[in-house]
Structure formats: C-alpha cells, structure tokens
C-alpha cells in the first residue's frame, strides 16, 4: 500500500476483507464499516434512514413507471441493490445486525404465513385460488392473534 491509502493493485482500503465468502448482507456490512473507519458515515442512524427514504422514493418511481411485461429490470436491480445497501446501513447505524434481523423476520413471515394457510384450509379457501384481499384479512387476524 502506497502513503495514499491506495494498493499497488489499485484497491482501497474499503475494498479489503470485503469479499471472502460473506454473503451479501455481510459483504455490504463489512464495506460500511470500512468506509465508518476512514470517516465517510453518519454519526446518527437518521441520516442513513433520509437515505432509506430516498433510495425507496427511487424504487418507488421506477415501478409506478413501468408498464406490465415492460420494465427495465436492469434499473429496477440497480436502484432496489441500492435501497438493500442504505437498510443494512441504518441496520448497522441502529446496531442490528441486519442478517440475523432479516433471519428472524423471514421466520416470522413463515410462522404466520402457515397460520394463514392452516386458517384457509379450515375454512375451505383454496390455495392458490383465494384473493390476496382474502388472505391479507387472515393475514391481518393472525397479527391481531399474536398481540394478544
């Protein structure tokens, strides 16, 4: 490394550690937190939730834009890898971790992703066939039900 910062292999010091078999959600974690060390980050997690904001307003026009069948999936990749890199951002700034955050919400969605089937199922609701205002009722019961 050169008294720049930069390797000879033209690298900087952000890129480093940051690949190694992580997934993406580790990659994205272990990038941030190397940009936080040379002094590009927010002191406070509202700035990178300004960026959440921002990155999902972008996401959000892209889809209103497109037409069935005719969106541009390039961008649309582009711009929702961009809002996924600005939530593991406020998850890091918040002090998640935002794979085991993301872990437990997919396992909170197949938790009661069953409970919705099982509901359907004993009330003679095909599945598929059932409207998604249908389910998204169960759905919502089976939220109510776990508050309780």
């Keep these: 490394m050169d008294g720049g910062g930069t390797r000879t292999d033209g690298r900087t010091p952000v890129h480093d550690g940051a690949g ?62 961009d809002l996924l890199f600005a939530v593991v951002n406020l998850a890091r700034l918040a002090q998640v971790d935002p794979a085991l955050a993301l872990d437990e919400a997919t396992g909170k969605f197949v938790a009661r992703f069953r409970e919705v089937e099982r509901l359907a199922r004993a009330r003679g609701l095909p599945l598929p066939g059932t409207t998604l205002e249908r389910l998204d009722g169960i759905w919502d019961e089976v939220k109510r039900r776990e508050r309780r």
Aim: hydrophobic share 45%.
């Design 20 to 81: 190694g078999g992580r997934g993406a959600l580790g990659r994205a974690l272990a990038v941030q937190q190397r940009a936080s060390v040379l002094g590009f980050d927010w002191q406070e997690p509202a700035g990178a939730l300004e960026k959440v904001f921002e990155e999902a307003g972008e996401v959000a026009a892209l889809v209103a834009a497109a037409t069935p069948g005719d969106r541009d999936h390039g961008a649309t990749q582009a711009e929702l890898g």
